[in-house]
Every structure is written in structure tokens, then in C-alpha cells.
């Protein structure tokens, strides 16, 4: 099984029914509805990019019985089913966008739930941990708040 923390953003249209559109989506793909967590809301500038829209940003962590790879097409699915506008423009500079979900850390768990191994991938679709996880205070926050175990095996692997 594998334990995932998940950060979801938006900061163009109902920003507020984009998050939550997306949540609902996630929690379809948890195995063990109890290990589901939502954190606050979070208000933050945009970050690696100009624009006048705030995101609000949430963490989710869930334990899932679905590998990384398969977690990131799905999220593909769900960013698709709420809009199709892209995060990037045609250079690849990050833009305003509905909505953004990123995987942010996933390790592999025991039958009774604690964490074992955070995994670690490197591939042309997917990095874990998400490389700029650290320098992102809207990711860390509720990763924080709601996953202090997954929080400080991330921590203590990157720095």
C-alpha cells in the first residue's frame, strides 16, 4: 500500500468549486476512507510566476493501493475532467490555471499504516519527492498540518 500527499491549486474561476471538484475526485482513489486528510485552505501568491490571481491551495494525504505512475494519470484525468487549459504556456513558463494537482511525496506503508520507505522516482512524467516541495510554503504548510509523519520523512530525505 502506499501512502500519498497530494497539493491542489487554483487560482482562476470558482477557485473554491475547482478544489473541491478535485478532492472529491481523490478521495475515489483512496483504499481506506479513514486515512483520508484535507487541510485548510491556504492563500498564496503565484510562485515561479507574474499574475494578479491568488491561489488557494489545499494538502490531501490518502493511503491508496495504486503505484505513483498510475496516481499521476489519474490526476491527469481529474485536472482534464475540471479543465482542459494547460498550467503552461507555449514556452512551458508556468500561467493561471482551474486547477493544479501535484504529487507531492509517496511512501510505501506497513499493514498496520505506519511509513515505511519514501519513494523515490525519476522518470520523464514524474519526480518523488516533487523537486521544489521545500522552497513551496503553500506545500509544506498543510503537509505539516495534516501529515506530520509523511512531513518529517520528507524533510529529513531532502535536506
Keep these: 500500500m502506499y501512502h500519498v500527499h497530494f497539493n ?3 487560482n482562476l474561476g470558482d477557485r473554491e468549486e475547482n478544489i473541491r471538484r478535485a478532492v472529491a475526485s481523490l478521495r475515489q482513489l483512496a483504499c481506506i476512507s479513514a486515512s483520508i486528510r484535507v487541510s485548510a485552505p491556504v492563500v498564496s501568491p503565484p510562485w515561479g510566476f507574474e499574475s494578479p490571481n491568488d491561489f488557494i491551495n489545499v494538502g490531501m494525504s490518502l493511503d491508496t493501493d495504486l503505484p505513483p505512475e498510475t496516481l499521476l494519470e489519474a490526476t491527469q484525468r481529474i485536472q482534464q ?54 522552497q513551496r510554503d503553500f506545500v509544506m504548510q498543510p503537509l505539516r498540518a495534516i501529515d506530520a509523519p509523511l512531513y518529517h520523512l520528507l524533510t529529513e530525505h531532502l535536506y
Design 8 to 10: 491542489i491549486g487554483s
Design 81 to 134: 475532467s475540471i479543465s482542459s487549459a494547460s498550467h503552461r504556456d507555449a514556452t512551458g513558463a508556468y500561467i493561471d490555471r482551474p486547477i493544479d494537482i501535484d504529487i507531492i511525496a509517496c511512501a510505501t506503508t506497513g499493514n498496520d499504516g505506519t511509513l515505511h520507505n519514501l519513494i523515490e522516482i525519476t522518470t520523464e512524467k514524474l519526480t518523488l519527492p516533487h523537486p521544489r516541495a521545500l
